[in-house]
């Protein structure tokens, strides 16, 4: 069976699983310290960094565009007939994805307000973008759950688990990505691609009181606070 090396927040990590759920390809997950990373885990990790993919055969691959790629590959959508221009634009807007998740981080993180905005600048750039580019829906490129879809899906996620529990919204102004969200969560892949856990985890490390989200400076904590009181998330 398949199995999956990962660090419980970790992004780059759901966007694989989410992957293999979506697809329904069993899979087995380690979750394993970035702080203290073991020594099986740098031997098949070149960069020391996650997600890993153990395939069936042994083999260790790394970076989760290509680990992604080999699950397309290897597991190929037959109801997905793409020519080369629509495979290479999926990839495209999978990567714009991709490469603000350390953006959204990052903001996640920030210490004060002013850094926060700064670098949700950033975010909203690529938000803005992906706005624009939206079909009818449901999904990013009509009916069914596609790459792109799940490339963004961690940055969705994320965003709305901030809103409830922060008060703080990633996504103000961007309607047509809002609708794209609650889309995209009510397929219950999000859930499905993290551990039972994640809720806390993640909001034990960004919504600490070492962040402005955590503290909650000029948020409307009280609203959020009552709606997540009988959550997992805080």
């Not at 691609?193 to 009280?222: H, I, K, M, P």
Request: include cysteine; aromatic fraction near 10%; charged fraction near 20%.
């Amino acid at each position: 069976m398949i199995r999956v090396i990962s660090f419980k927040i970790c992004p780059f990590v759901q966007r694989v699983t989410a992957v293999l759920e979506a697809r329904q390809i069993p899979y087995e997950v380690d979750y394993i310290s970035l702080s203290n990373k073991p020594d099986w885990f740098l031997d098949i990790s070149p960069q020391g960094q996650v997600p890993v993919l153990v395939t069936e055969n042994g083999v260790s691959l790394f970076e989760s565009d290509a680990i992604v790629e080999y699950i397309e590959e290897q597991y190929p959508d037959s109801e997905a007939v793409l020519n080369a221009e629509q495979k290479a634009l999926q990839r495209a807007w999978s990567y714009l994805a991709v490469k603000n998740y350390l953006v959204q981080c990052s903001a996640q993180r920030s210490p004060d307000r002013e850094t926060l905005e700064i670098r949700q600048m950033k975010l909203s750039k690529a938000f803005t973008a992906v706005e624009l580019a939206l079909s009818e829906g449901p999904y990013f490129a009509g009916e069914t759950v596609g790459r792109v879809d799940i490339a963004w899906l961690p940055l969705l996620h994320r965003a709305a688990i901030i809103k409830q529990c922060a008060g703080y919204d990633f996504l103000e102004g961007f309607s047509r990505i809002k609708q794209w969200q609650s889309n995209l969560l009510a397929t219950g892949l999000a859930e499905k691609s993290v551990a039972s856990d994640f809720n806390d985890a993640f909001c034990q490390f960004y919504l600490s009181d070492a962040t402005w989200l955590g503290r909650g400076a000029d948020v409307a904590r009280s609203a959020s606070d009552s709606a997540c009181s009988g959550s997992q998330c805080c």
